[in-house]
Each structure stands twice: as C-alpha cells, then as structure tokens.
C-alpha cells in the first residue's frame, strides 16, 4: 500500500480559498494519474481534478476555472488550489492515485491507491 497524506483542509467561509496537498510516500512518478475526489454525506464520490503524467489535466465542470490541480515531483507532493469556494464544494476530499497505465485519468475506478481524506466546509 502506497501512503497517500492529505493535509489543508479546514473550514472557511464563502468565496474563500484552501489549499489541500498530498504528500506521496514513494515517489509520485510511479503513477500515471494523481486526482482529487470528494464526497459529500449521502452523496456519491465524485472526480474534483486530475493530472497525469504527461501533466494534462481534467477538470469537473462544477470546479472548472476556480480550482487548480498541480504536481512537485521534486517533492513528491500533488496540490488542489480551490478559489472562490461555495457551500456546495463542502465535502472530504480524497487525494487517488493510479498506476494503470494510459487512457484517461477521471474516473474513480481507474484509481487504485486512496488517501484517508481531509474535510472541507465552506459556510454562507
């Protein structure tokens, strides 16, 4: 089992900004897709972001142009800058990784290595 490590979650108010990293035990070269997932209570787990190894990235469309996902393989560490936060992205967010090789990095199945999450509340 890979370790992932989410930290900077918290609570903030609306319009505010949080940055979540993961840190990544190992190396995060190894994996072709790193993505940040997110479940709210009695919701599904759904894609926030992801980036793969070639640094194309994806986006949900509820996120897009707010949030900005990025990747230190120097530091081994993958980052979710979320701007402009509203009460809908109050959630756990989950860092994934995968080292399925190739196709494409947004779906929850391709990933096989979970972190344990970190919480996000955004109040009105």
């Known amino acids: 089992q890979v370790p992932l490590v989410e930290s900077g979650g918290g609570s903030v108010q609306a319009g505010g900004s949080l940055r979540l990293s993961c840190t990544v035990s190992?190396?995060?070269?190894?994996?072709?897709?790193m993505g940040w997932f997110r479940q709210a209570p009695g919701k599904e787990r759904e894609g926030v972001a992801s980036?793969?190894?070639?640094?194309?990235?994806t986006y949900a469309d509820s996120v897009k142009g707010r949030f900005t996902i990025s990747k230190d393989s120097a530091k081994n560490t993958l980052t979710l800058q979320m701007n402009s936060l509203i009460p809908e992205d109050s959630a756990m967010y989950y860092c994934a990784a995968s080292d399925y090789y190739g196709g494409s990095c947004r779906s929850r199945d391709k990933y096989n290595y979970w972190g344990q999450g970190t919480p996000v509340t955004v109040s009105s």
């Open positions: 190992g190396g995060i070269f190894r994996f072709y897709c």
């Open positions: 980036i793969d190894t070639y640094t194309t990235t």
